[in-house]
């Protein structure tokens, strides 16, 4: 899509907008007043199909032996684990998008939008080289909202920074 004039026009600049949330992230591109999405990630957060690892059982100790039912695993799947698939998905996308050899693009800066919570650990999967590249990072929960948003949230961060 055309960048609107009253944006950022990103003239003589390739820039990289990733915009995360906890399990899901938004990639898009702009350059002379082009901004296009590149790819969406989505990792689901999964529940057991059944009472795998589920326990029940009722205790002979407390109020009239037999009053307290105690429960075992529990019937969702671990965040952990969610958290750890979607990283190493966005660290395998943002490879693809941002190695020139493998008809990668060539980016001058990236924008970082993500929960303040997991800025730290979305920055962790970009290589040593690529985090110089973060010149700005907005905490927030962002994908799935309309590119213009995030545009305006560039041009007021970039007009604190002038």
Avoid: C
Avoid at 14 to 37: C, H, P, Q, R
Avoid at 66 to 81: F, H, L, M, N, T
Avoid at 127 to 133: N, R, S, T, Y
């Amino acid at each position: 899509m055309r960048i609107p004039s009253k944006f950022h026009q990103f003239e003589d600049e390739k820039v990289l907008i990733v915009a995360t949330g906890v399990y899901d992230a938004d990639i898009y591109f702009a350059s002379n007043g082009i901004f296009e999405k590149i790819k969406s990630i989505k990792i689901p957060r999964r529940k057991y199909t059944d009472d795998e690892g589920y326990s029940l059982s009722k205790s002979r100790v407390g109020i009239k032996k037999g009053g307290i039912v105690i429960s075992g695993s529990v019937r969702e799947y671990p965040k952990e684990a969610v958290m750890q698939e979607f990283l190493n998905q966005l660290r395998k996308e943002l490879k693809a998008i941002l190695n020139p050899p493998a008809g990668g693009k060539k980016v001058s800066y990236i924008y970082l939008f993500s929960p303040g919570y997991v800025m730290d650990t979305v920055r962790s999967v970009f290589p040593a080289v690529w985090k110089k590249k973060i010149k700005i990072s907005i905490r927030g929960n962002f994908p799935k909202l309309s590119p213009a948003v995030l545009l305006q949230k560039i041009d007021l961060k970039i007009k604190k920074l002038i």
